[in-house]
Structures are given as C-alpha cells and as structure tokens.
C-alpha cells in the first residue's frame, strides 16, 4: 500500500512569488492535513481537510490555503512568499476522526 | 504558548541500554497522544501511541508511559540500537483534528 506521496519534494523560489504543493493521501484515507517544519517553530499545523472541507485552520496568514478534490488529493498554496516561509512542508493523512495520522516525506520549500 | 514540551534538546545514550525521552503538556484536553521519530530530510514516522485513559502502552521495544496527574509522558526504547538514533516528537491530539508537537529530542545511539 502506497504511503502519503508530496510533489515536488524539493523546490526554490523567489520573494514575491506563489506556489503550489501537492498531496495523495493513503488510498482510502479521507483526511489530509498540512504542517510546516521550521528549525525555531517546530512542526506547526497549517490546516486540515475532510470530504473537501477544511475542518480546522492554524494560525497562519491567509497567505497559506489549501484545498481538497473529490478524489481526497490536496494541495496547498502560499502566495506572496517571504524569506520566512523556507520550510519543510509536510502532508499527512488519516482515515478518519481517530485514527492514526501518517506523514509524507515532505516538500523542501526555499524562497530566496 | 507551547502547549507540549520536550525539554532536552538531545539525549545520548549506549547501545543496549535504555533510552528514556520525556514529555510535558499543559492542555488537558488532550485524549490522545503520539511519538513520531524523524530522519533528516524525511517526513516523521509514527511509532506508538496512547490514549489519555491508559496509562502504559507497549510495542516491541518501545514502551509509552502516561502519567496525567503530572501531564508527563514517556517513551522507554529498550534495548537501544544504533538504527534508533533520530529526532523523536511526541504530540498530543483533543479532538482537534490536529496534532500538537513539541519540539522533538534528538536521540544518540552510541555503538
């Protein structure tokens, strides 16, 4: 069975630019949420989906959004990058309310 | 407000012997909690859990202990082995749908 699976794992980008990341949960899963890794913060939770619902939100700036489609996948979007968005994106998925929460190998974000 | 804490950054320990991390919350809400442990440049990995109405929970070599009148968990990994040697997070959950981390203790299995 394929693990939580993050596109692209390694990306740079420039101040002022926007970008994109995605995720296909474990098949079946239905749950998938989004944290930032930092070396200060620590894992940080960005938001979280069900059913195509964001269902709990973090306190990160609208700058953060993200959605799910009909087939679980989901992506994630952070417009108008700052230096300080340079993190390790990682998506996770569980089957639903209680269950364990499994992560992928992360997105490498760096903004230059 | 860190509302899960790990308080040493690192710990190093003997191969053979018993590593012990610790953790601390605040929030009682919690219902559930969780260690991942994480390699470098990986997503982290979960290893046990415990749900805040037991107070132990073992698989294999790695024990979980809850003491929730101190709001103090455990992770023993006995024996330790070089393989071990990774950043360890415990989180906690509440109902939240969201998991609470610390801010991980990087374990040295030493040969």
């Known amino acids: 069975k394929a693990g939580v699976t993050q596109t692209p794992r390694y990306l740079i980008k420039t101040r002022g630019q926007q970008v994109t990341l995605s995720c296909s949960p474990i098949?079946?899963?239905?749950?998938v949420s989004w944290y930032q890794q930092t070396p200060g913060q620590g894992l940080q939770f960005l938001f979280e989906?069900?059913?195509?619902?964001?269902?709990n939100k973090g306190n990160f700036p609208g700058r953060f959004s993200g959605r799910q489609f009909s087939n679980s996948r989901s992506e994630m979007n952070v417009s108008t990058l700052e230096l300080g968005d340079s993190a390790l994106y990682l998506c996770a998925s569980r089957l639903g309310s209680g269950n364990t929460i499994y992560f992928g190998e992360g997105s490498w974000l760096t903004v230059v | 407000d860190q509302q899960v804490k790990q308080n040493s950054p690192s710990l190093s320990v003997q191969e053979g012997r018993i590593s012990i991390l610790n953790c601390d919350y605040t929030?009682?809400?919690?219902?559930?909690f969780l260690w991942y442990k994480k390699y470098p440049a990986e997503g982290p990995t979960f290893l046990i859990s415990?749900?805040?109405?037991?107070d132990k929970n073992e698989d294999g070599r790695f024990t979980v202990f809850l003491n929730k009148s101190a709001k103090h968990l455990s992770l023993h990994i006995v024996p330790s082995q070089p393989g071990d040697s990774a950043v360890y997070f415990c989180?906690?959950?509440?109902?939240?749908?969201?998991?609470?981390f610390g801010k991980g203790t990087k374990l040295t299995v030493n040969p």
């Open positions: 098949s079946g899963h239905r749950s």
């Open positions: 415990i749900s805040s109405i037991k």
């Open positions: 989906y069900f059913s195509e619902t964001q269902r």
């Open positions: 929030n009682s809400m919690f219902d559930y």
């Open positions: 989180a906690g959950e509440g109902g939240s749908e969201k998991l609470v």
